[in-house]
């Protein structure tokens, strides 16, 4: 069963499950963001680099 949909189709079905979008922002409503936590695609940086730990075994 291969159903093809019209693009009206396709925009209600859109309507039916996702709703009416939100309006959209204004260019003069925009303002930058600024990050203030720190990232986490990377690990931390070692506090004491020259530290040995002792091995578990």
């Known amino acids: ?3 093809s949909f019209t ?3 396709f925009a209600f ?3 039916v499950r996702f709703g009416e979008l939100p309006e959209r922002i204004r260019p ?3 303002v930058p963001m600024t990050e203030t936590d720190p990232r986490r695609d ?3 940086p070692d506090p004491y680099p ?3 730990l002792p091995s578990a075994g």
Request: no cysteine; aromatic share 0%.
């Open 1 to 3: 069963m291969n159903e």
């Open 7 to 9: 693009d009206e189709e």
């Open 13 to 15: 079905l859109r309507h």
């Open 28 to 30: 003069e409503d925009v």
């Open 42 to 44: 990377r690990p931390e």
């Open 50 to 52: 020259d530290q040995v």
